[in-house]
């Protein structure tokens, strides 16, 4: 049994301490490999730092709000053979559901260089010359590296002597090259590489990241819901010049403190009262015990991007919201997401989903469904089309919607009727408004 | 200078086909450049013509020729192998010899022709850093070219007191020789004089080396050369060392050299091999039309091969030591891709050197002493045929095989070997230094028993203290 010890990691930035925000392990914990122990932040982004080694946690230090300098010893795990029990391992997973929370477009090289800062040395060297490997190079000694290493090396303009070598004697891998370079193209200030013809711009290198946090469960997710479910979509045009027409109108006499209106409120409005009749999209599937749970309730997830990723907050009985009240909830929710200050059950319990990139839309879409879910709604943009009323071409505004159900329990003819009804109520808007 | 009319225009003017001269020319015809390759000689250069192909051809001759003789001479084979005296008609190995030259000459050609290059037949003479004026059979071409590439290659060096001509031979005259002289003086112990030297003693001739160092291979180290120099003496090769030639005795069949005491002494020679070294070739080419900074006799260049004109490079043995082949080839290989437009230098860890005498010797990277006075603080581990299974099947126990490598990191920073067919251990000798090998990663790599290369292995062992087979 040996012990690993985790140190806090360089996150890069010349940061030199960093807040412990969150532990994910306790001691006596069990950890498998890339599970996540802590929640670090700095002033840029909190990060994830995962587990090396597989093994028990023997030590934690380091108190939550407390700054710990780099390179401090923060965990401390025994390593063992030992399989994991399953509750250990659901435990595991659990805690992997916290992710990246403050705004970000650093934390993937963050989390890259913490992922290499951390990586254990690939293999324990046994010789005497072990103590010199990786350090820097004595000034004015001539880098060690391979031939292809070396002339890769020329071709990105980069002189080796700038690269730290993690090979035997200091040498310089492909891997620390590249690493290099990944690192290198975010540095500021660093002087432009020499004029290069065009040939050298051609660009080689692979960054390598490690999907953890909310990607990895977003991933999870998806791979698990279009593995699990069979797919059906279904587009239909929807005419919603006079939806807008109203909007605009209630926009324009909107009072203090009401909420501007977007087309979302008024399609959520839609489904809530096709839902009334068409009760079977909003359920979940339980697959595992071949159970359908039906809802009374319209718990209508609402998929938001965010810097960390996907996240869907739920708006709660929307049966029981108006429309202001639903654009009001949803606008609360959005923002709580983007903030990273929204909770989880605010992000759990929804038995249908909405799904909609505004005016980046696109024509058609083929969203995924939210597993258990069984339909999902996905809005494309809004578009003026030539439409043949009565004879003569006229300028409409229309709209598709694109949505998917799991065939397994809703029949396209459920899935037309209830995507017809919510046409029908965008396109007589008063209708919305008549219980 | 108005003399563009007729000419012809290319990319890449290539001055001489030796080695570095035909790679550069391949290497960019491959890039899709319009090359011109200018060569008033055979392709090949002198590698192929006058150097290392033809000496090894005749290497072979000799060695052959020996064995045979060792095995007519009663009593003498340990393997008990005998028979009558063999003949050796020196003019039928001389151009069997010629045979293998023209057949590589056709294939430089082919090669060439196949990478789309326009070999010119003819004497070139640059008349500026842009064109060249070329001698043909169909009278005066010019040739404009965007670059060019400087590879006109070295000469033999001579001494005043012995020029060539006569009975003083240069080592390509020594290599078209078609009797078997009774006496050869070699001046200049270098690797050029002693595998002539001994490949002669091996046919038949009285051989006696002159050299002004204190010892032969003046290039390499003591423990080297001695192996070679005990080979020599069995072979009956007298060394005179610290020795100068003065010049011919009055009858012309004698020289008169004089010693380190200041005596002068004369050794019988119906011929004299002059191999002294070789100097630059900066004659003929117009070499006086450009503005080349010169590094000593050679041309100076940086770390692409770029003289101080501008699109003017140099290669080969016209830039300085090593003069090598391989040394060239990869200078050649290089520009043709600088002036494609890829970024490339000249960064290479070892010039691999070989020396085809009895036995072979193999010099990759730091001897001993030059690790020293770079500051290295270094180990160096001996590995000898002797004690190597492979060696003593083949009744050559002489040699070693030497490791010098760093103490603190264990980086190999040099392998040398001495011993028969240790020739072809420079690839792995050369790749080990150019990948950054530690000791450890050559104690780890399992090496084919039985072979010479396991004396590689065991070496890097030795260095770290637990070599298994001594």
């Not at chain 1, 292809?148 to 980069?158: C, D, Q, T, Y």
């Not at chain 1, 708006?315 to 909830?329: C, G, N, Q, T």
């Not at chain 2, 095989?401 to 001495?418: F, K, S």
Request: contains cysteine; negative net charge; charged residues 20%.
């Amino acid at each position: 049994m040996a012990t690993h010890i985790i140190k806090m990691p360089d996150v890069g930035e010349g940061i030199v301490e960093a807040e412990i925000v969150e532990w994910e392990v306790k001691v006596g914990d069990f950890v498998k490999e890339d599970d996540v122990l802590a929640a670090v932040m700095t002033d840029k982004a909190t990060v994830e730092i995962p587990s090396p080694v597989t093994g028990t946690i023997v030590a934690l230090s380091g108190e939550l709000g407390e700054m710990t300098a780099v390179g401090a010893e923060i965990v401390a795990i025994e390593m063992d053979g030992e399989s994991p029990s399953d509750d250990d391992e659901q435990e595991g997973q659990a805690a992997v559901e916290t992710v990246v929370r403050e705004e970000v477009e650093e934390v993937s090289v963050s989390a890259v260089q913490l992922a290499l800062s951390v990586a254990p040395h690939s293999s324990s060297m046994t010789s005497n010359a072990e103590a010199s490997y990786g350090l820097p190079r004595a000034i004015g000694e001539k880098p060690l590296a391979s031939p292809s290493v070396r002339r890769r090396a020329r071709e990105a303009g980069i002189r080796l002597d700038y690269v730290r070598g993690s090979g035997p004697a200091g040498r310089i891998l492909h891997d620390d090259l590249e690493a290099y370079i990944a690192g290198s193209a975010h540095s500021m200030g660093s002087a432009p590489a020499a004029s290069f013809n065009l040939q050298s711009r051609a660009r080689h290198e692979v960054e390598e990241y490690k999907v953890i946090g909310l990607r990895r469960k977003i991933a999870e997710r998806m791979q698990d819901a279009k593995s699990r479910i069979p797919h059906i979509s279904y587009v239909e045009a929807v005419d919603v010049t006079d939806l807008e027409a109203l909007r605009a109108h209630m926009n324009a006499t909107r009072k203090e403190g009401e909420p501007k209106l977007t087309i979302l409120p008024f399609i959520l409005r839609a489904m809530v009262l096709s839902l009334a009749e068409n009760p079977k999209l909003s359920a979940h599937f339980d697959d595992q015990q071949n159970v359908v749970r039906q809802f009374a309730a319209c718990h209508i997830g609402m998929a938001v991007q965010t810097d960390a990723g996907l996240m869907v907050p739920v708006i709660r009985h929307a049966e029981a919201r108006s429309v202001k009240d639903l654009a009001l909830e949803s606008k609360r929710l959005a923002d709580a997401a983007r903030e990273g200050t929204i909770t989880r059950d605010e992000l759990s319990g929804s038995t249908i989903t909405l799904s909609s990139l505004g005016a980046l839309g696109g024509i058609v879409s083929t969203p995924v469904i939210n597993s258990p879910e069984v339909a999902i709604v996905g809005v494309n943009k809004i578009q003026i089309q030539p439409v043949h009323i009565d004879g003569a071409f006229v300028a409409r505004q229309m709209m598709n919607l694109s949505s998917s159900f799991d065939h397994r329990i809703i029949d396209g003819w459920d899935a037309a009727v209830f995507i017809q009804k919510i046409k029908s109520l965008l396109e007589y808007p008063a209708t919305l408004f008549i219980d | 200078m108005n003399v563009t009319r007729g000419g012809l225009s290319c990319d890449i003017l290539i001055l001489g086909a030796g080695p570095g001269g035909y790679a550069a020319a391949i290497r960019a015809g491959q890039l899709g450049l319009n090359v011109v390759l200018v060569e008033g000689d055979k392709p090949g250069g002198t590698c192929l013509n006058v150097g290392c192909i033809p000496s090894k051809a005749m290497i072979h001759v000799a060695d052959e020729f020996y064995k045979a003789t060792g095995f007519a001479t009663s009593g003498k084979s340990v393997l008990g192998i005998s028979h009558s005296m063999p003949q050796l008609d020196l003019k039928q190995s001389v151009s069997w010899k010629d045979g293998i030259v023209k057949k590589l000459n056709m294939g430089v050609a082919g090669l060439v022709k196949k990478a789309g290059v326009h070999l010119l037949a003819g004497w070139g003479k640059m008349l500026d850093g842009k064109t060249c004026e070329v001698q043909t059979e169909h009278g005066t071409k010019l040739i404009h070219a965007e670059h060019v590439i400087l590879a006109p290659g070295s000469v033999a060096a001579s001494l005043p007191s012995l020029p060539f001509g006569g009975s003083v031979l240069s080592s390509s005259d020594a290599l078209a020789l078609e009797e078997v002289p009774d006496t050869l003086v070699v001046v200049g112990a270098g690797y050029i004089g002693l595998e002539l030297g001994s490949a002669f003693a091996k046919m038949g001739s009285d051989v006696c080396i002159v050299e002004f160092a204190d010892q032969i291979l003046p290039q390499y180290d003591k423990d080297i050369a001695k192996v070679v120099a005990d080979s020599l003496s069995d072979l009956g090769v007298e060394m005179v060392l610290q020795a100068k030639a003065q010049g011919l005795s009055e009858d012309g069949k004698a020289l008169l050299i004089e010693t380190i005491d200041g005596e002068v002494i004369q050794r019988a020679a119906d011929k004299i091999l002059v191999t002294v070294g070789r100097k630059p070739r900066m004659d003929g080419w117009g070499a006086s039309n450009l503005y080349l900074e010169m590094n000593g006799p050679y041309i100076q260049i940086d770390d692409q091969c770029r003289t101080s004109m501008s699109d003017v490079f140099a290669i080969g043995d016209v830039t300085g030591d090593p003069m090598l082949a391989q040394r060239a080839i990869a200078q050649g290989e290089m520009v043709a891709e600088i002036i494609a437009g890829k970024a490339r230098r000249f960064d290479v860890v070892c010039i691999p050197a070989v020396c085809f005498t009895d036995p072979e010797v193999v010099v990759t990277g730091l001897l001993p002493h030059q690790a020293k006075e770079q500051g290295f603080e270094s180990v160096v581990a001996t590995f000898p045929f002797k004690a190597n299974g492979r060696a003593m099947t083949m009744e050559s126990e002489a040699g070693f095989v030497r490791i010098v490598a760093r103490a603190d990191t264990h980086q190999v920073l040099g392998i040398q070997a001495v011993g028969k067919g240790v020739a072809d251990l420079s690839s792995s000798f050369a790749l080990a230094l150019e990948m950054g090998a530690v000791l450890e990663d050559i104690a780890a790599t399992i090496h084919a028993h039985p072979t010479q290369s396991e004396a590689f292995q065991e070496a890097a062992l030795a260095a770290l203290g637990h070599a298994l087979h001594i």
